[in-house]
């Protein structure tokens, strides 16, 4: 079972770290969007 939970940790570690980086995104685009 404790595998089990390892691999459930690190799915959500990687959507946390997609999520980030999607957001990371986006304010870059608004912060571009802002200069302009």
Known sequence: M???HE???LKQRLK???IV???LQISH???LL???
């Open 21 to 23: 980086l999607l957001l």
């Open 16 to 18: 946390l770290c997609s």
């Open 2 to 4: 404790p595998y089990l």
């Open 7 to 9: 691999q459930l940790e």
């Open 29 to 31: 685009r608004i912060m």
């Open 34 to 36: 802002l200069k302009s």
